[in-house]
């Protein structure tokens, strides 16, 4: 009988910590433990993507490209992965193709060998550029599947958008489970029902919030599921994954072979440990990230949703509206077609929901995002909006029936022109184009040493 194989993506460097520390690890933290990581056995290392570029930028005043390639440097025998949210890239905005297309070379160039790109729709349109520029430049294309539960996501849907990822290309597909509202029975199902119906590789991630996440990975992988995403254990639990050690342990008793050596393991959380407790001390890494959180089985709203509505409920003095606009939020997301509750959706659904409650007259106050969202800016919703609630945000105005991003010119040439006083590179044009502030503030200190230093008046008195 051959043994049963699972392998483990490790997360601490990018959603683990952005999950849990709202990504303000310096390379500093990560350079001296990568070449144990390397050695480990892991399936790959996710570094980069999600919010790592523009907390370098914003926060630790670091160019998240050279953070890339000091990796990249160390990390010989495991593969590098990063998360792209497709037409959005790591924005909050679609671009135009040649952006798209610019940004992934140059990942790929810089080092990195799989890219996870998802839409948060699941609209496959959104992805079209990300997956055929993944496909030229070389890499791994897996194409993440943005799961949320409501009447019309079945595990039939699911299934057959797996097999249309087949079809446009995906060398691998992840079920990416954002909110932990992926529950046992659902994994079993749905990894089931999609290995049946595709030949590549599926990899599961969730997140511990909801108190499941353990159990749902152990009936994933009974299922048939490939990988699985973990966080070494100082980085694991709550908001972030469960730990990459306590699942080795299990799965291994449990007759898989894991591929990892959990020696290195313990050096690596023995490392990670001392970080964590730097965190706590500075009051970055907080308790309430580590809180188990049911209500997100209930409410379908992603633990990190949950707490920056409270601290905006909180901020206003309105603490006591909390349950109000939890309530309210399943009601917005029905009425806007049922949109996963992942970024930027996440927060645009979440503050819809308080401004209904907060104005106390539905829809009275309207953020343009959400307009937007309506007029198909942002793709295709999963049930089409009805017309009362599509005549309440947008009046009579048409709806897009294409591709968003055919809407936009090329943009490369633009970006180039404004940052060109500062930019010495392909790679410092596109981190301008994604965060146009941060990324002139970094590069022109950079450039510049006098560039954020005060103008002085100095007036001279001359008395005779």
Sequence with gaps: MTEKSIRFTETVLRDGQQSLIATRMPTSDILPILETMDQAGYHALEVWGGATFDSSLRYLNEDPWERLRSIRKRVKNTKLQMLLRGQNLLGYKNYADDVVETFIQKSIENGIDIIRVFDALNDLRNLETSVKAIKKYGAHCQIAISYTTSKVHTVEYFTQLAKDMETLGADSICIKDMAGVLTPETAFELVTAIKAATSVPLEVHTHATSGISEMTYLKAVEAGADIIDTAISPFSGGTSQPA?????????????????????????????????????????????????????????????????????????????????????????????????????????????????????????????????????????????????????????????????????????????????????????????????????????????????????????????
Excluded: C, W
């Design 244 to 464: 990459t050690e306590s699942m080795a342990i299990a799965l291994q008793g449990l007759g898989y072979d894991t591929h990892l050596d959990l020696e290195k393991l313990s050096e690596i959380a023995d490392y990670f440990a001392p970080i964590r407790d730097k965190f706590r001390a500075e009051g970055i890494y907080q308790a309430k990230v580590q809180d188990t959180e049911p209500k997100t089985l209930f409410y379908q709203v992603p633990g990190g949703m949950l707490s920056n509505l409270l601290s905006q409920l909180t901020e206003q003095g309105l603490a006591s509206k909390y349950d109000a606009v939890l309530q309210e939020v399943p009601k917005v997301r029905e009425d806007l077609g049922y949109p996963p509750l992942v970024t930027p959706l996440s927060q645009m659904v979440g503050t819809q929901a308080l401004m209904n409650v907060i104005s106390g007259e539905r829809y009275k106050m309207i953020p343009n995002e959400i307009k937007d969202y309506v007029r198909g800016l942002y793709g295709k919703a999963p049930v089409p909006i009805s017309k009362e609630i599509k005549e309440k945000i947008i009046g009579d105005e048409p709806q897009i029936e294409g591709r968003p991003a055919d809407l936009i010119a090329p943009q490369m040439d633009e970006f180039a022109k404004e940052i060109s006083q500062y930019a010495k590179s392909t790679e410092d044009v596109l981190s301008y184009a994604l965060f146009p502030q941060q990324a002139k503030d970094f590069l022109g200190r950079r450039e510049d040493k006098f560039y954020d230093v005060p103008v002085q008046n100095v007036s001279v008195s001359l008395d005779m």
